[in-house]
């Protein structure tokens, strides 16, 4: 059975970091694309960033300049380094082998919530 599990979520100030990780089972990360998707509160969920197989990476504008994401292959896992974060950042964060379009994921992890506050 195909799963992530998501975690380094937390509550961090303004202008902080945070970095996520996103560990596959059931199956080997390195031949697929992965990406971060967010839902903040009363939002639609929206993609975040996304790394090929290849390593080559894109980000959204909202983020570009500030998150930076990178796999770790021997480790079946996928990171989301988070600086400069800004309260619009808060969210819970998902990831998955579907890069932008969120239809095409099939079932959603539960997710790591990240709270930025003063």
């Known amino acids: 059975q195909l799963q992530f599990v998501e975690s380094g979520g937390g509550l961090v100030q303004p202008g902080g970091s945070l970095r996520l990780s996103c560990a596959a089972s059931?199956?080997?990360?390195?031949?697929?694309?992965v990406g971060w998707f967010r839902q903040a509160p009363g939002k639609k969920r929206e993609g975040v960033s996304c790394?090929?197989?290849?390593?080559?990476?894109n980000y959204a504008d909202y983020v570009m300049g500030r998150f930076t994401i990178s796999r770790d292959n021997a480790k079946n896992t996928v990171y989301l380094q988070m600086n400069s974060l800004k309260p619009e950042d808060t969210a819970v964060y998902y990831c998955d082998t579907v890069c932008w379009n969120q239809f095409d994921v099939g079932s959603w992890g539960q997710g790591t919530q990240v709270t930025v506050s003063s």
């Open positions: 059931g199956f080997t990360l390195d031949r697929y694309a």
């Open positions: 790394i090929r197989a290849s390593g080559n990476t």
